[in-house]
């Protein structure tokens, strides 16, 4: 199991390094280029840049807690409360993050009116679609482990 774990923490670090340079290096020439492009809508700016850093903290949060998740099957205490919390918080998680990408598609609508690209609404709704889905997955997972807690708890009392 020990190799399993490892392939995915590994692909957990492969996620958040280009999230990582996209925030440090790509939305900041991002949203310098579109006040260059569109300099009537250049006041917009700063608050599209604040609520796509505001995702980021969600979202590598979450990627903590999957990381503590994984820590948790290696030291086979999986089935403990401690991954109930993780799979909770991977869950709000995934819905903050979709709620602050509701907040930014007004911006994007805005964007994409102005320079005819209506892709980027599509990527917003694409965004919030796969976080949704992860907060639901995460939510049956939780459930699921829940109820597999409560059973091998009460098997322990019985014997």
Known sequence: MKRETLFLKIVVFLIGIPILGLCIV???ELAGFYA?????????QYPFLIILYATA?????ALYQTLKLLSY????IAFS????????SIKYCAVSLSMLYVLVLPFLYLLADADDAPGLIVLGLV????????????AVLQKLLKN????KEENDLTV
Request: no cysteine; glycine share 0%.
């Open 26 to 28: 790509i939305l900041p």
């Open 36 to 44: 260059k492009l569109l300099p009537n809508m250049a006041y917009l």
């Open 57 to 61: 903290i969600p979202f590598f949060f």
């Open 73 to 76: 099957i290696d030291k086979n």
């Open 81 to 88: 409360e401690l991954s109930v919390k993780a799979l909770k």
């Open 127 to 138: 965004v919030i679609f796969a976080s949704m889905v992860v907060a639901v997955f995460a």
């Open 148 to 151: 597999a807690i409560d059973i």
